[in-house]
């Protein structure tokens, strides 16, 4: 099985979230039907970035280093130059 880690934008404000998964366009169909509470005041999400990984471990690890300071630093260069 594979897993993603994903990066998702409000397009009410911008916000960030990250998160992982299985199935990535399930669990963005989710988040934009208001099934996940910390997500549900800042619909629509738009994808932005994602990664697949071979297992669940990589995924929530790569997941972790995305929401410290470095992670979120990269991310936003990341962003910046798309």
């Given at each position: 099985?594979?897993?993603?880690?994903?990066?998702?934008?409000?397009?009410?404000?911008?916000?960030?979230y990250?998160?992982?998964?299985?199935?990535?366009?399930?669990?963005?169909?989710?988040?934009?039907?208001?099934?996940?509470?910390?997500?549900k005041?800042?619909?629509?999400?738009?994808?932005?970035?994602?990664?697949?990984?071979?297992?669940r471990?990589e995924?929530?690890?790569?997941?972790?280093?995305?929401?410290?300071?470095?992670?979120?630093e990269?991310?936003?260069?990341?962003l910046?130059?798309?």
């Amino acid at each position: 099985m594979e897993y993603y880690v994903y990066i998702l934008k409000s397009e009410i404000d911008g916000r960030l979230y990250k998160g992982h998964t299985s199935n990535i366009e399930k669990r963005v169909e989710e988040h934009n039907f208001g099934m996940t509470k910390s997500t549900k005041g800042y619909r629509p999400w738009s994808l932005v970035y994602f990664e697949k990984f071979q297992t669940r471990d990589e995924a929530i690890e790569r997941e972790k280093y995305y929401k410290t300071g470095i992670g979120r630093e990269f991310i936003k260069n990341l962003l910046n130059n798309k």
